[in-house]
């Protein structure tokens, strides 16, 4: 592909702006300076813009640390959106592949492939995700039993899925709850009807993505081509 072509698609610049980014002399390909927008690029050229990799034109796929305070919409009359984490163009195009609250932490995946998100997001495929929650009471002995056979919860017809709870270590107040569905406030709701209170809720995977333990909260990078792909299985 030609490289002005390559910085139309991945920019969402027209060709005259994609020609003057050129001439500018601030695009790099594979660290040379290019200034002609006829330069031929491949899939494993790594294109710079002012020091910064233009990702490939086509499909993003984005796993971002949600801090605390962020909400998961485009707009919010209140609250920052996670939206403004990410430097990135046509940030109109993206959507989260599966919403977390205002107050909860941790893993989310921001794509513009609805397709795939869909296969995160819609109850047929029965995604696991799993989050890490810290109590405001000490877990009975009794709950995990009461994941696996599925919890009433309010307003709702039918019990939940059955779900895996994991105690951390000698733990009292904190587990780990898979669950595959995603209700509103479904983990809080859950806990809840067992008469206990979520003090904090942090994702830490969805499918076979992990949060990455490099990433500080507010951090994002893109998926491997390997994480893209298991959501698929
Ligand atoms: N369940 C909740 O209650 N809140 C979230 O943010 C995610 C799952």
Redesign the pocket.
């Known amino acids: 592909m030609r490289l002005d072509k390559y910085l139309c698609d991945a920019l969402g610049a027209t060709r005259k702006e994609a020609t003057k980014i050129i001439k500018s002399g601030d695009v790099t390909v594979n660290e040379q300076v290019q200034k002609s927008g006829a330069f031929k690029v491949d899939d494993h050229s790594i294109v710079e813009w002012q020091g910064r990799e233009v990702q490939k034109p086509g499909p993003r796929y984005i796993m971002l640390f949600k801090p605390d305070g962020f909400v998961c919409s485009h707009e919010d009359g209140f609250n920052q959106t996670a939206f403004m984490l990410l430097d990135e163009v046509r940030i109109e195009d993206l959507h989260f592949a599966g919403?977390?609250?205002v107050d909860?932490t941790g893993l989310v995946l921001i794509t513009d492939d609805g397709q795939w998100s869909h296969r995160i997001t819609s109850p047929k495929h029965k995604c696991d995700?799993t989050?890490r929650v810290w109590l405001a009471d000490p877990i009975q002995p009794h709950y995990a039993d009461e994941f696996t056979k599925g919890i009433q919860l309010r307003n709702e017809k039918g019990l939940t899925l059955p779900a895996k709870l994991e105690l951390v270590d000698a733990q009292e107040n904190e587990v780990l709850l898979t669950i595959n569905e995603?209700k509103y406030?479904?983990?809080?709701?859950m806990f809840a009807a067992l008469g206990n209170k979520?003090e904090h809720?942090h994702?830490e995977r969805i499918g076979q993505i992990e949060l990455c333990e490099s990433l500080e909260p507010g951090d994002y990078r893109y998926l491997t081509q390997e994480e893209v792909d298991s959501v698929w299985g």
């Open positions: 919403r977390l609250d909860t995700k989050y995603g406030h479904q983990v809080k709701r979520v809720l994702r």
